[in-house]
């Protein structure tokens, strides 16, 4: 899917010499979580196609990010919908990095070990 919406607006951007392709996964596409390993490989792959573009794309006006998510998006999270469209933002307008990761990876481990019963 990435590589189709890529390939249907990336001609425009490239003629244009400008525009901004940003992608959003989990943090299992940067940390490794058992539990996410199945939807873990695909994230991770997102995430590698978004960094790689960005590195294929660096100097002819097109920015590419990636925000991966280590929070819920609900209200007052640190993933918060607002928190979550101003990372896009600041990617787009600063353009000068190509990953922000929004919420503590710490956290959700934490979260997930008090919930894991040891067999």
């Given at each position: 899917?990435?590589?189709?919406?890529?390939?249907?607006?990336?001609?425009?951007?490239?003629?244009?010499?400008?525009?901004?392709?940003?992608f959003?996964?989990?943090?299992?596409?940067v940390h490794?979580?058992p539990?996410?390993?199945?939807?873990?490989?695909?994230a991770?792959?997102?995430?590698?196609?978004?960094?790689?573009?960005?590195?294929?794309l660096?100097?002819?006006?097109?920015h590419v990010?990636?925000?991966?998510?280590?929070a819920?998006?609900a209200?007052g999270?640190?993933?918060?919908?607002?928190a979550?469209?101003?990372?896009?933002w600041?990617?787009?307008t600063?353009?000068?990095?190509?990953?922000v990761?929004?919420?503590?990876?710490?956290?959700v481990q934490?979260a997930?070990?008090?919930?894991?019963?040891?067999?």
């Amino acid at each position: 899917m990435a590589g189709a919406v890529g390939a249907a607006v990336l001609p425009g951007m490239l003629g244009r010499g400008s525009g901004t392709l940003l992608f959003t996964s989990g943090i299992s596409a940067v940390h490794p979580l058992p539990f996410l390993g199945d939807i873990g490989v695909a994230a991770a792959a997102l995430r590698n196609y978004a960094l790689s573009l960005a590195e294929v794309l660096r100097g002819r006006g097109v920015h590419v990010g990636h925000v991966p998510i280590s929070a819920a998006v609900a209200p007052g999270s640190p993933a918060s919908p607002e928190a979550v469209a101003e990372a896009h933002w600041s990617l787009h307008t600063g353009r000068d990095r190509h990953e922000v990761i929004l919420g503590d990876l710490a956290v959700v481990q934490a979260a997930i070990a008090a919930h894991t019963v040891e067999a």
